[in-house]
């Protein structure tokens, strides 16, 4: 493990895998760097890129400086593109790719390209009415201190089936998504909205925007009206995959962009 400071002072924990480009794997909610899947993840990418992964504030072994902003979520992405060297591709899944496309907005040339896999932005009113519901549902069960229900209520909100959801307490990493849950709260301001089609417009970064083919028909929605609005922007639905890609399915389209 390796850490650096965010510009509050924030510490982040991340490793490093691979040789190559520098590329900073950005996750969604309830992840974090030494979750399985993410591990995973990182490993498969690593054969084509050098891959910083890190705890976003609040998960794993970073620290949860307060209150949270979204403009300190992108401090810690800057901080984690200087270890990187000073310049860095992204690549945002889910809620992370909502800080990729904001990073692009904020940090200039340190962001070479952005890549975001399936941004969970709300595609409508009728969507936003309805996940502020699940937002205030959400932050009723954390402030009362109940931690897995609020997870357990998250996940299945945003669509995973109930079936699975019911399993989860019986996985080895449920007690660490358990700890995660205050940071739901991070996740639901970064997306709680609409597409910023109007900012996305200065969007100067070469962008992939990319979504599975089984993923929920709100999330291609937000996807096209993304890629209607950054100029240059590439579309792409990713056959055989939902929100949840095969990192191996994902790469060659990830490299084909990148490099």
């Known amino acids: 493990m390796k850490t650096t400071q965010s510009k509050d002072g924030t510490s982040l924990a991340y490793d490093v895998h691979g040789s190559g480009p520098a590329l900073i794997y950005i996750t969604g909610a309830s992840c974090y760097r030494s979750f399985k899947p993410i591990l995973q993840d990182a490993k498969v990418f690593a054969t084509e890129f050098t891959i910083y992964s890190y705890d976003r504030r609040g998960r794993g072994d970073s620290g949860n400086t307060l209150p949270y902003s979204m403009e300190r ?132 970064v070469p962008t992939q925007i990319i979504v599975g083919e089984k993923s929920p028909a709100a999330i291609h929605d937000v996807g096209r009206q993304l890629t209607k609005a950054i100029p240059s922007a590439k579309f792409a639905q990713l056959a055989g995959q939902d929100h949840m890609v095969n990192a191996k399915r994902l790469l060659p389209l990830l490299s084909g962009f990148l490099k």
């Open 73 to 204: 979520e992108i401090e810690d992405i800057e901080a984690m593109i200087d270890a990187a060297g000073g310049m860095a591709y992204l690549y945002g899944h889910s809620s992370g790719a909502v800080l990729a496309l904001e990073a692009a907005l904020r940090l200039g040339g340190k962001v070479q390209k952005v890549v975001m896999y399936d941004p969970p932005y709300v595609h409508d009113e009728k969507e936003k009415a309805e996940y502020k519901q699940l937002s205030q549902t959400i932050h009723r069960l954390l402030d009362n201190g109940k931690n897995a229900k609020a997870m357990s209520t998250f996940l299945s909100g945003i669509g995973m089936p109930k079936a699975f959801v019911l399993l989860l307490p019986l996985f080895p990493g449920w007690r660490t998504m358990k700890a995660l849950s205050p940071t739901l709260a991070y996740d639901i301001a970064l997306t709680q909205d609409m597409p910023p089609v109007e900012r996305a417009a200065r969007v100067s």
